[in-house]
């Protein structure tokens, strides 16, 4: 980590991404989908990355940082949208303290 992120350009968000997904090295990868659905759901209150990357930490086990956080990508491109979150397709809803189906 410390020698990736002496390279110029490269954040912590990229070092996490290069470390776990290309030599497997388990990793919060906090990119502003997981920011805003770890902050939806209850996960964290912060708003720094890596004070968000070490709450998540502590909530899962290692071997699970690194798939967690591409799940989340998924899931903030696909259905928790910033703008208009599509609450009634979430299979987290239930378990989501700001979610909710809206009426059509």
Known sequence: MEAMTALPGVGRKTAN?????????????VDTHVRRISQRLGLTQKDDPELIETDLQALLPKSAWTDFSHRLVWLGRRVCIARKPRCDQ?????DCPTGRVENA
């Open 90 to 94: 979430c299979r987290l809803l239930s």
């Open 17 to 29: 991404v290069v470390l776990s997904t290309c030599f497997g090295l388990p990793g919060i990868i």
